[in-house]
């Protein structure tokens, strides 16, 4: 980590779980000055994600809409203190490695140019076109040879991570795939090889189901891992975030 304080990927063996090491971190700026709600939404006026600071953000990827001389609603930027390095050499992952370099990509959705519009607060057809945004960066991401792994994740307020109050939420593409995420997908083959069913559909027991519609439903765990976890499930056996589709983001 000395040389060049560049991100590492590392194998804990004890456990089987590979953690990620990045000193850039440290380095984000706040604008929550304590973890009290009472700083949750501090003033614009620094923001670099509103409309009219862009020249504070890292490089631009996508925007929509994408005509580049309209006002932008949603943008997907480059992270300016990533968790991963992106220009840094592609690791060849050997059975035999425990440290890898941090290479991957880490990006930022900026949900909406408004400081104190939060996503709850947007329109229905507003929050499909973030999910869109989502789909679009990746499609690009999955188009990396080395790319293994890609997260969307959304951390609210400080308590949660966030260093910053404007809504946006995050994308990571990783060159390895998660112990967790593959021991999901282990269990349910597992599942499916002795049953034939799918233990997703199978969890959709009306004591369990919070919500519905036409292509998701919504549930609370049989076996939740902490408090207020839910699942929303799409109706349809697709593997991939990327496949959904316009018409059902709303």
Same mark, same amino acid.
């Given at each position: 980590? +000395?040389?060049?304080?560049?991100?590492?990927? &590392?194998? $804990?063996?004890?456990?089987?779980r590979w953690v990620l090491f990045s000193p850039a &971190? +440290?380095?984000?700026?706040? $604008?929550?000055?304590?973890k009290s709600p009472a700083n949750a939404n501090?003033? !614009?006026?620094?923001?670099?994600? *509103? =409309?009219? !600071?862009? @020249?504070? *953000?890292?490089?631009?990827? /996508? &925007?929509?809409?994408?005509?580049?001389?309209? $006002?932008?609603?949603?943008?997907? %930027?480059?992270? /300016?203190?990533? +968790?991963l390095n992106r220009d840094i050499q592609d690791p060849t992952t050997d059975s035999q490695d425990y440290v890898l370099p941090?290479?991957?990509? @880490? $990006?930022?959705?900026?949900?909406?140019?408004? @400081?104190?519009?939060? #996503?709850p607060d947007l329109s229905p057809g507003e929050i499909g076109d973030v999910i869109l945004a989502y789909k679009k960066r990746i499609e690009q991401l999955s188009l990396v040879e080395s790319i293994e792994y890609i997260q969307v994740f959304k951390n609210h307020g400080a308590s949660a991570g966030a260093s910053l109050s404007h809504?946006? =939420? !995050?994308?990571?593409? /990783?060159?390895?795939?998660?112990?967790? +995420?593959?021991?999901? #997908?282990?269990?349910?083959?597992?599942?499916?090889? !002795?049953?034939?069913? *799918?233990? #997703?559909c199978e969890d959709q027991s009306k004591t369990l189901l919070i919500d519905e519609s036409s292509?998701?439903? =919504?549930i609370i765990p049989l076996a939740a891992s902490y408090p207020?976890? %839910?699942?929303?499930?799409?109706r349809d056996h697709c593997s991939h975030f990327h496949e959904i589709n316009s018409d059902k983001v709303i």
């Open positions: 980590m +000395a040389s060049g304080r560049n991100p590492e990927i &590392r194998k $804990d063996r004890v456990n089987n &971190r +440290a380095k984000r700026p706040s $604008d929550f000055k304590s501090p003033t !614009q006026s620094k923001c670099p994600f *509103c =409309s009219g !600071q862009e @020249h504070e *953000c890292a490089p631009e990827i /996508l &925007r929509f809409p994408t005509n580049s001389s309209s $006002d932008w609603k949603i943008r997907v %930027i480059e992270n /300016l203190y990533p +968790a941090g290479f991957g990509f @880490h $990006d930022v959705v900026i949900e909406t140019p408004v @400081h104190s519009v939060h #996503l809504s946006h =939420s !995050q994308i990571m593409a /990783l060159p390895i795939v998660p112990s967790t +995420a593959a021991a999901r #997908l282990c269990n349910m083959k597992e599942y499916f090889d !002795q049953t034939g069913e *799918c233990n #997703l292509h998701f439903f =919504s207020f976890e %839910i699942w929303i499930i799409p």
